[in-house]
């Protein structure tokens, strides 16, 4: 019995782990910590998880694993007591721009059933309720209403569209129906008749008249019958004395405009179904529109010097012909500015025309005809991204377009019709707008608000809504939205999404694998998120979480420490047992958590060059009028809750600010009112967590550029020379060099239909990535793969006699990643790697000393060693006079900010606004604040 309540793991050797054995406890809540590097996700993702995931492939009939051969056992002796596992990463999310909040968490599934089944329509016409009527209800009303009154029955067919509709009468007429009411007159339907084409109609075929009396009882029924029948479930009726036409329906109607709406299904109040989808978007809720900008980036430039950025300089080609067919016709010439050219010239560049021109020869004064055809340069790159076959001409058309909100829908995805169907006057979309706060405050208070025929019918949908919000807001999600799109997801946001879902599905004896839940979560709300952990673990799980924060640690039941150092110095389990064990130990974590050691606070705070950058009437998403001042030659913390707008005033308003002023930069900033203070930058920087590249064939070498040097240096080895080998022969991307099986990947992606693809070695090459003569080039006696499966720090050393290799790995290795190999796949970094990997990119660059740096999070996946050689790092390039901004919840890095601008209250619509500015020691006074109140006591701590 006693085996069932550990997870043992014998012989483990994935990557860098030595060997090792571990008795992890289950059903208990353990965390994984270590320095970055020292083998936490190879224990965790690459021994325990592949394993689990190996046994389920292993249920899978011969059939299925036929396809799926290449899942080979990780590096380990023995796993026992393994459970099923799931594993939450922080890259799982679909990145599809059909993927929301409200899809992924299915909470967005459950409201489309309750709008279907319990919501009320209301006419886009007249905002009056729909009705809908059954046969008899019909009959009685029209009985009650127009009782002993001459009337016309009509079936409507045409509502306001043009056309000549000459066959549809020859339709009526075969059908036996003599009468038509064709724009409120009616008609005798005559043989040939047709109308007027361009303009609208209105048509409708009379069915019957007749005196409503007993005597017409049977006469009405039947003619009710037919003109529901011919009018698609809508019936028209006219009384003798009132020309105001009655509308009935079967469906639901409008009773004054007599539009209906088909009887509402769930995928009606779906944007990725074409029953609810918005016919301009495709349901998107965006759309992409040309910007002039992006053509004409530089108007005091011609045409022939490449004014217009799509077409480049001037060539010998048809369009540059008819450009000079314009200029003679508009007498300008392509060698003038463009904004000297005459405005209906440039509309017919851009938006084209056609039109027959004779000019006079000056010379020999002959009068020569020349024709213009020419689409427009918008008309073709709209016609290109729609209706181009090649992936990389929509590319192309893309990149001078913009995003912007569709213009039918105003971004809320859905037909015009679906948004009609309302709920206490709330449609699905104002549901899907609110924060999960406020959304969770709604349906509190609606249950009493539904007719008791509602509330039958929502009861059970209300209750699994409101448990799904639950699990959000104890998460620490509250200032989502449900309509936020996933792509806008950080890792932790996305990861603590997927960690509710989980918690919803009750599942009991799995083991949950999580990858540093905690990032981009502010203090305030880690324990939120570790009460979740302990809810998971307390229904029967087992929860084992690689994490580096404080709090999760002291709230384990058990931690296992790995190290002692990063890379081939790590891989040994340290230190082993519950939070006062670990202390026990002389590991570098103990000696952080221990106050042993610790990231200083600087004696002082630097004054800055005296020059800022003030930045007012900031409004984007929920900025509340945000006026800002950001003193230059210091380093700058932007701290507040998840979600209380510090990416939308920073990534999303300064950057793209900064980035068109020095770089020409085209993304349009969120609305501010006016900058100032732009002449002290002359170098922006940002480094985000975005990948360093989407396929395996982007690495770390290829991204900083050091294995275009690499390849020089074996194209330079005597071998090479007398084979005559250029440096492209030592390429995985180009054919000659590279193992043409696996075409340089070093493996092959196997596409399931029913789990995410598989990537398998290549056969032919072991993943080597090259063919058998590129690696008989030897340089030290290392071939080009050897190389690329080097460490940062083995190659450092390896390379430190050619100072341009020597200087960019040094400086990797500087920021913490002496780990990493060189030709580690860009797809298997976490994010907090990419961010390193691109600030050494960007330090191993000169710096100009007015360089403004921006950092969103960089501590994600950093131990408090790493951190501090981080900080080290960021504090020279500011000690040189540049400034840097980092984002950041952290507080050992908050703690050494010369300047914090801190943003709250809480996160979503309660946030926006700037609560406290200053230093440190400045903010701690502010009673509001949560950084405030956190900070406070790391100082105390420090102090003490």
């Known amino acids: 019995m006693e085996s069932q309540d550990f997870i043992e793991v014998y012989g483990a050797r994935a990557h860098n782990l030595k060997n090792i054995d571990v008795k992890i406890p289950r059903e208990k809540l353990v965390v994984i910590t270590g320095l970055s590097g020292s083998g936490k996700s190879s224990l965790a993702f690459d021994t325990i998880y592949a394993e689990g995931q190996r046994r389920y492939i292993e249920t899978f009939s011969a059939y299925a694993r036929q396809f799926l051969g290449g899942l080979e056992r990780p590096d380990v002796d023995k796993i026992d007591g393994l459970s099923p596992v799931i594993s939450i990463e922080q890259k799982t999310t679909n990145k599809s721009p059909r993927s929301t909040v409200g899809t992924i968490t299915e909470i967005y599934d459950f409201l489309r059933l309750l709008f279907a089944r319990a919501s009320d329509a209301y006419s886009y016409n007249t905002d009056e ?20 009154k001459k009337t016309t029955i009509l079936a409507p067919l045409i509502k306001s569209r043009k056309g000549h509709y000459r066959e549809l009468f020859e339709q009526i ?10 724009d409120g007159q009616i008609v005798e339907i005559t043989k040939g008749m047709r109308l007027d084409r361009y303009k609208t109609h209105d048509i409708e075929v009379v069915i019957d008249r007749l005196v409503i009396n007993d005597a017409s009882e049977k006469r009405l029924k039947e003619s009710i019958k037919t003109a529901l029948h011919s009018g698609n479930n809508i019936l028209m009726i006219i009384s003798e004395n009132d020309s105001k036409p009655r509308y009935f329906s079967r469906e639901l109607m409008c009773p004054t405009t007599g539009i209906a709406y088909p009887n509402p299904e769930p995928n009606a109040f779906s944007f990725n179904s074409p029953k609810g989808a918005c016919p301009n978007c495709n349901g998107l809720g965006i759309t992409n529109e040309v910007n002039l900008r992006k053509i004409i980036p530089d108007d005091s430039k011609s045409i022939k010097n490449g004014a217009i950025a799509p077409l480049g300089e001037e060539k010998n080609t048809w369009i540059f012909k008819q450009l000079y067919h314009i200029a003679e016709r508009y007498t300008f010439k392509l060698s003038d500015s463009i904004h000297s050219i005459p405005k209906e010239a440039l509309e017919v560049i851009l938006n084209g025309g056609k039109e027959s021109f004779e000019v006079t020869s000056k010379t020999i004064g002959v009068r020569r005809s020349y024709t213009i055809d020419f689409e427009g340069i918008i008309s073709f790159i709209k016609n290109q991204y729609k209706h181009a ?11 001078y377009m913009d995003e912007i909100a569709c213009s039918e829908c105003c971004g809320k995805r859905l037909k015009k019709e679906s948004l009609y169907f309302k709920i206490e006057d709330k449609n699905i979309s104002d549901l899907a707008q609110m924060d999960i706060q406020e959304l969770s405050e709604w349906f509190d208070t609606i249950a009493s608000k539904l ?7 929502a009861e059970e949908i209300l209750k699994e809504i409101r448990t799904r919000i639950q699990f959000l807001l104890d998460v620490g999600l509250d200032y989502l939205t449900l309509d936020r799109s996933s792509k806008s997801i950080s890792g932790g946001e996305a990861q603590r999404i997927r960690l509710a879902t989980q918690i919803g599905s009750q599942l009991v004896g799995v083991l949950y694998i999580l990858d540093e839940p905690s990032i981009g979560l502010h203090q305030r709300d880690n324990q939120k998120l570790i009460d979740s952990l302990i809810k998971l673990r307390d229904i029967g799980n087992s ?12 709230h384990a ?26 202390l026990k130990h002389d590991t570098l974590t103990a000696d952080y958590l221990a106050k042993k050691k610790e990231i200083k606070v600087p004696k002082q705070r630097r004054k800055g060059n005296g020059n800022s950058i003030k930045l007012e009437g900031a409004t984007g998403n929920n900025l509340k009028n945000v006026d800002i001042t950001l003193p230059l030659g210091k380093m700058i913390c932007v701290t507040g809750v998840s979600g209380s707008g510090k990416s939308t005033l920073i990534n999303e308003t300064l950057y793209p600010i900064l980035n068109a002023h020095i770089y020409r930069g085209v993304k349009t900033p969120m609305p501010y009112k006016k900058i100032k203070g732009l002449e002290h930058v002359d170098k922006v920087i940002d480094i985000d967590q975005s990948p360093i590249g989407r396929t395996p064939r982007s690495n770390p070498a290829t991204y900083t550029g050091t ?26 991307n180009v054919k000659g060099g590279r193992c043409e099986t696996c075409q340089g990947g070093g493996v092959k992606v196997i596409e399931m239909n029913f789990l995410p693809d598989v990537h398998v070695e290549c056969e032919t090459c072991q993943g080597k990535r090259f063919n058998r003569e590129t690696l008989e080039i030897r340089y030290k006696g290392k071939s080009i793969s050897d190389v690329l499966n080097m460490t940062i720090e083995d190659a450092t050393e390896f390379f430190e006699h050619i100072p341009k290799i020597y200087r960019k790995l040094k400086t990797i290795k500087d920021v913490g990643l002496g780990y990493i190999t060189l030709g580690q796949q860009s797809t298997t970094l976490s994010g907090g790697e990419a961010q390193r990997i691109k600030l050494a990119t960007e330090l191993s660059k000169r710096d100009t000393g007015n360089t403004f740096y921006i950092l969103d999070e960089p501590t ?20 040189k006079g540049n400034t840097v901004l980092i984002i950041e919840h952290n507080l050992d890095v908050i703690k050494l900010a010369d300047h914090i601008v801190d943003l709250g209250l809480e996160g979503g619509k309660k946030g926006g606004t700037i609560l406290v500015t200053g230093a440190p020691e400045e903010i701690i006074k502010n009673k509001k604040s949560y950084t405030a109140q956190f900070l406070k006591r790391e100082l105390a701590s420090i102090n003490q």
């Open 173 to 182: 007429s075969k059908q036996g129906f003599l009468r038509a009411r064709v």
């Open 129 to 148: 309720k729909m009705v809908s009527y059954s046969d008899e209800q019909i009959f009685d009303l029209i009985t009650s209403d127009f009782k002993d």
């Open 543 to 554: 929860v084992l979480v690689v994490e580096h924060d404080e709090d999760m640690i002291k």
């Open 557 to 582: 039941d058990y931690v296992l420490d790995i190290g002692p150092g990063a890379g081939r110095h790590g891989g040994q389990i340290v230190s082993e047992g519950n939070f006062d064990e670990l």
């Open 860 to 879: 994600t996946g950093l131990h408090f060693e790493d951190i501090r050689v981080l900080m080290q790092v960021l504090n020279k390039l500011v000690d």
């Open 707 to 732: 294995f275009g040097e690499i390849r020089s240096l074996f194209a330079k080895t005597p071998e090479a020379a007398i084979r005559g080998y250029k440096p492209g022969r030592f390429s995985f």
């Open 451 to 457: 007719s008791e025929k509602q509330f039958h019918i």
């Open 389 to 399: 076959e090649s992936s990389s001409i929509k590319r192309w058309a893309k990149g």
